[in-house]
């Protein structure tokens, strides 16, 4: 069930996140039911917050991922494979939680344990829960900053992944102050001691890539993942941050599913950001000349800009590549890793950039299985003809 871009009016942001959810977590729950006996999804700070779907609870977290695991349950249950799956819901709110728990009973294919209270106190219990061989997927996403060392227990497990909401526009307001003393020791992690020194150097976009790598540091280092990819959720009406979703995964498999979940996130940006601001220029309350730079356009949108800046350095890490192999060629599963961990481009793009090349006669491929193919295997060796 594709989520509804009509529920998430004055909360587009929710609607960008969820895109990306209902893309990725269908993927990795597909994977995990092939080689995992048991998966558990982990929703820290759950609600339902502004949820305008009604009882199906289509536009929360909880509900998107409950649906995928459900249709995924009976999908391998069908191929004869009995796949446990469980989802641990925490939620603070005493009405939210009313509301939760009402909702959980609409899955039975699902054990599903709704906990009232602070998932700063439940995280440590619900990962001692989880057998080592079991895989889990957390979502952390507070409207504040959690005492993020809390969430450790569930993040240094091995077979696990998480997206971890980083609440950037406050982080950019009140680090450094003492005010926030959560997001104080968050930043100061895995930071140098004069990491407050440092942010009050730089401003603008330079300040902001710092918030993001302390903030990023801190979610892995002692957990060890190998990859921490970040989707910079905008303001709707201005061009500036709101939120960073931090994604964390040991697997380059993970990786490159969520690259085409990326995709999809940000083209969802792209469009009900320029729909947003072209509503408020109709009803004549966007103010002045804001956007006179075009930049509410979907082709020029912050997030639009980001995948086409990203296609272009990926054009020239690949080349650079595959120019200096030691032995001349490269397999493709030598390259994308690297591309993707750093760059907002997907696996199937740089297939295709790689079909274009060999036949401008760019690079060399031997054995490319037939023209038809447009996307090589991870196999494929590759030079870059000088
Ligand atoms: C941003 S909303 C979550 C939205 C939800 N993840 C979604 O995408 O549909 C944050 C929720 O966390 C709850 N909350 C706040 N602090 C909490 C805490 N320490 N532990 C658990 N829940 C908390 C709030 O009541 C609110 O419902």
Redesign the pocket.
């Given at each position: 069930m594709a989520i509804d871009a009509a529920h998430y009016e004055g909360r587009e942001q929710?609607f960008v996140?969820?895109t990306f959810?209902d893309k990725y977590l269908p993927a990795l729950i597909g994977k995990i039911c092939s080689r995992y006996d048991e998966f558990v999804y982990v929703?820290?700070?759950?609600?339902?917050?502004?949820?305008a779907a009604g009882e199906n609870?289509e536009?929360?977290?909880?509900?998107?991922a409950l649906n995928h695991m459900t249709s995924q349950r009976l999908l391998y249950l069908s191929r004869g494979r009995n796949v446990r799956m469980r989802a641990y819901l925490?939620?603070?709110?005493p009405a939210?939680?009313a509301q939760l728990r009402q909702a959980a009973a609409r899955y039975p294919k699902i054990e599903v344990t709704p906990l009232q209270?602070?998932?700063?106190?439940?995280a440590a219990a619900i990962a001692a829960s989880i057998p080592q061989q079991s895989f889990s997927f957390t979502?952390i996403?507070?409207?504040?900053f959690?005492a993020i060392s809390s969430m450790m227990p569930l993040l240094q497990r091995q077979n696990a992944e998480a997206l971890v909401?980083f609440m950037f526009d406050f982080a950019n307001r009140f680090g450094g102050t003492d005010l926030i003393p959560t997001l104080e020791a968050w930043l100061s992690t895995g930071a140098a001691d004069d990491w407050r020194e440092q942010i009050r150097a730089v401003s603008g976009e330079q300040r902001e890539q710092l918030y993001e790598e302390l903030a990023v540091e801190a979610l892995r280092r002692t957990p060890g993942y190998v990859y921490a990819p970040v989707i910079t959720v905008d303001k709707v009406l201005h061009n500036r941050a709101l939120y960073k979703l931090i994604f964390l995964t040991r697997h380059s498999e993970g990786l490159k599913v969520y690259r085409d979940s990326e995709r999809r996130a940000l083209d969802a940006q792209a469009a009900t950001r320029s729909a947003s601001k072209a509503k408020r220029r109709e009803t004549g309350t966007l103010m002045g000349d804001l956007f006179a730079d075009g930049s509410d356009a979907v082709p020029n949108d912050r997030s639009t800009q980001v995948i086409r800046r990203s296609q272009e350095e990926a054009s020239r890490r690949l080349q650079a590549m595959l120019a200096n192999a030691d032995s001349g060629f490269r397999t493709l599963k030598e390259c994308w890793p690297l591309i993707l961990a750093e760059l907002s481009v997907t696996h199937s793009w740089l297939g295709r950039q790689i079909n274009d090349w060999r036949k401008a006669g760019q690079i060399s491929a031997p054995s490319w299985p037939s023209e038809r193919t447009q996307i090589p295997s991870d196999e494929q060796k590759l030079r870059w003809n000088a």
């Open positions: 929710a996140k969820h959810l929703d820290g700070f759950a609600g339902p917050w502004k949820s609870f536009d929360t977290s909880f509900g998107i925490v939620e603070k709110d939210s939680f209270g602070k998932m700063e106190d439940h979502l996403d507070p409207k504040g959690p909401n």
